[in-house]
């Protein structure tokens, strides 16, 4: 045989291995503890190991049970980030696309991939009220940010040809709980964080779009190009959604580009759109199916309403790559639209996931997770030990022990600290942490479809019992 080559039959064995391994994790996944009983060191030893010169053959596949023992395990108790438990349809969608390995750089390249994909995007513009949009799959909402801040920087600052040397100084503006890609992507596309002006927030942790607009009038004035505001539906630490319509139209009539980052919530529109008045107003638009549409990472998207803009931006094509087909279709190339080339047949997992389920079946368990989010509030309000502290908007729930009636906030931040610490360690239910108002918090965001209410209904008791697990460690 070549070298590298399988068999079908070995295959189709190999992946029977594969395949039982993978249906006794979801089938024992409850019972797992969410962080592996494990170290550095120990990771360490079973895997970082020296390069094989001789393969090992199907004996390889032996380490995958040590590979599973010490992951993460994303059951119903995980509500740390925002991340998706990941959808078994959707993995089987990964592997076939794996196996097909399609490179989604254009038609040509591969006809149904490139279709599909295109199809996908267009049924998530339509899905959350933005129909007409156009797009394209990316590894996640970063990558979308980078490219929606590209597109808006060319729209307002040309720059591809000649540089920002040539352009006028411009400026981007966020609210001051501005997701950290989006600094990142300031800085990459060359504008500088020092140009990102910052917009203070309202109680509810919303953008107030009347210091959004004092901020372009005073860039105006010193002769700045506003560029882009970048709105957030959905930020990471509460779920804030900014008021999307005032914002757009404070954008329309100032000539400044209109970013939404809905990389966590904007995919709830799906089941709220009420709460998203104003969306479809964006001139680009992030969007993350691996958390709230619970697919396998990677799945992230850019939506956009202008597609030639798209192209100012992203075509640059060399002689080896140019089109030969002038049919709409089979001359269609992702990489006049992308930062992208070479680009994984993602659209398949999802392709697969919402045939298989339906959207009505993604709406119900958003649906189900706000409830959930709301549940776990009433649960935290309901404790004198705790406090609540965001609305909460989305599924995103913020809170803290207050330790003592007279506790410094210094002293609240570090007994916090060490209770999510301790609760991480306890391994039944798993949080995230955040930092309002100076205030440490324990933070639950539930973007999880496999959750039930016994699930949030362990959270306040396994905050307790951490707590005073770590009080007995402070009196020893």
């Known amino acids: 045989m070549r070298p590298l080559e399988l068999s079908a039959d070995e295959f189709r064995r190999l992946a029977g291995e594969v395949v039982d391994l993978s249906a006794q994790y979801l089938s024992n996944l409850d019972a797992r503890p969410i962080h592996p009983a494990t170290t550095g060191a120990e990771t360490e030893r079973l895997f970082s190991e020296d390069l094989p010169e001789r393969g090992l053959g199907a004996g390889a596949l032996a380490a995958l049970a040590d590979v599973s023992a010490h992951s993460r395990a994303q059951n119903g108790r995980f509500f740390g980030y925002v991340q998706g438990p990941g959808e078994p349809v959707a993995a089987l969608g990964d592997l076939a696309a794996s196996v097909l390995n399609q490179n989604m750089t254009a038609w040509r390249s591969s006809p149904s991939g490139v279709t599909i994909e295109r199809t996908v995007v267009r049924w998530l513009a339509q899905a959350v009220g933005c129909q007409g949009f156009f797009g394209t799959l990316t590894g996640g909402g970063s990558a979308a940010n980078l490219m929606g801040l590209t597109m808006a920087r060319e729209a307002k600052t040309p720059a591809n040809e000649r540089g920002l040397r040539n352009a006028p100084p411009g400026v981007v503006y966020a609210s001051e709980q501005v997701h950290m890609a989006v600094p990142k992507a300031v800085a990459m596309i060359g504008m500088g964080r020092e140009n990102l002006r910052t917009i203070p927030c309202d109680e509810s942790y919303r953008m107030i779009p009347s210091k959004l607009e004092e901020a372009i009038q005073q860039d105006k004035a010193r002769g700045v190009v506003p560029v882009a505001v ?37 995919l709830a529109a799906i089941a709220v759109p009420e709460k998203f008045d104003g969306l479809a107003m964006a001139d680009s638009l992030s969007l993350d199916p691996h958390k709230w549409m619970y697919q396998p990472l990677d799945c992230g998207c850019l939506l956009y309403r202008d597609l030639e803009m798209a192209r100012q931006t992203f075509k640059y094509t060399g002689d080896y790559a140019k089109q030969l087909s002038s049919d709409p279709v089979e001359g269609f190339a992702f990489f006049e639209e992308s930062i992208e080339l070479s680009r994984r047949f993602r659209a398949l997992k999802l392709w697969l996931s919402l045939r298989y389920h339906g959207l009505e079946s993604f709406r119900a368990a958003i649906v189900r997770d706000l409830a959930h989010a709301r549940r776990l509030a009433a649960a935290v309000s309901q404790c004198p030990a705790l406090e609540l502290l965001n609305p909460v908007e989305l599924s995103a729930v913020c809170f803290r022990h207050l330790m003592k009636k007279d506790a410094s906030e210094e002293e609240r931040n570090r007994f916090n600290t060490a209770i999510l610490k301790r609760l991480i360690a306890r391994g039944r239910v798993y949080l995230s942490n955040a930092s309002l108002k100076g205030k440490f918090c324990l933070r639950a965001c539930i973007v999880n479809h496999l959750t039930e209410d016994s699930d949030v209904d362990a ?7 951490a707590t005073r697990e770590v009080s007995g460690l402070r009196t020893m």
Do not use: C, F, K, Q
Request: hydrophobic fraction near 50%; avoid cysteine; charged fraction near 20%.
């Open 230 to 266: 970048v709105a957030s539906a959905g930020t990471v630490n509460t779920g804030a959604i900014d008021p999307l319509r005032e914002i757009a139209e404070i954008a329309r009539a100032e000539g400044v580009w209109m970013h939404v980052d809905g990389a966590y919530g904007a």
């Open 459 to 465: 959270v306040v008791p396994e905050i307790l019992a």
